[in-house]
């Protein structure tokens, strides 16, 4: 049966002002630049551009800037129609980034009272979530309350409903309070969604644990309701693992890297595109590869998110050239 959306994510829009002036210290940038970011909405952007119908849950400023997302990501063909303003006067989140080298950027968040941790139940609804195929969470909407139960009330909805539910492991140091808290979480999430996606030190923040291999991670997880898990290792590519006891891998599309970070949020869309198109799980793995490999090129983590021809020319043009 086909549904009007592909997929809804749900939790956090925000704000990224990226160093415009690059190679150099935070404390040394003096101009930025603004874009539309947050992990969720950033899937949801590259999403959306590839083609897939969109939906958005989240909560935004009732300001200028809350205004802005919700523009943006209306424009760029995802419903907002979900998205609240949040009535109290919390502000959306800002992320500064900070680019020293092509290898070396970080970002700094500003995420206290962040409008997008007070999505609350209220703003759920089971109805808009009955007319997706999947649901994409974020691991950083389970930091707090309110967002905490709206989050886990969209999951228990989805699970009710039979949409697939991704989870994106997403870690965010800066708003949780303690290690066991996190994965106790994390775990509580992963147990239930049908596909996982994150890096290996994000399986060991789930795992409150150190140094455990793909395979023991994978061996845990594989006992609840997962069918397919992906994890990410940077330059060294991904693995993807599914219950039937197949392993997947892909390397990366070398290239000109401006900064490290929206590589995964751009995989992540990329994945997404290609197994909801019910491509083999190699050509999804490609697929988030070539994206994170355009937007790490690129100054923003969502206007760099490639169109689907972008993205089939690249994979086409970098296999000519056998640069991966
Ligand atoms: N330097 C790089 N060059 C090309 N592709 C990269 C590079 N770094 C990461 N990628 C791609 O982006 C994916 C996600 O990157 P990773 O750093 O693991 O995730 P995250 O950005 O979530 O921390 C990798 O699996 C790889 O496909
Ligand atoms: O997720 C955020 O709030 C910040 C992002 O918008 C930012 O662009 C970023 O850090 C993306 O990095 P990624 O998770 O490596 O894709």
Redesign the pocket.
Known sequence: MSKKFDLIAIG?A?V?LNAVEYNRPLEETKTFAKFV???P??IAIGSAKLGQKVGFIGKVSDDQLGHYVTQYMSEVGIDTSQMAKDEDGHKI?L?F?EIISPEESD?L?YRNEAADLYLSTDDVSKDYLAQARMLVISG?GLAQSPSREAILKALLLAKELGVEVIFEL?Y?PYTWQNAEETSLYYQLVAQKADVIIGTRDEFDVLENQQGNTDEQTIATLFQYDANLIVIKSGVQGSNAYTKAGDKYHFGIFKTKVLK????????AAGFLYAYSHQLDIETALKYGSAAASIVISQL???EAMPNLAQLTEFIQKAETQEVH
Not at 260 to 267: E, V, Y
Request: proline residues 0%.
């Open positions: 956090r925000a990224d970011g947050g992990s909405a950033n989140g992320t980034t970002i968040m950083t997403d965010r490290s970070f929206g590589a995964g949020d751009s995989f923003s983590s969502s």
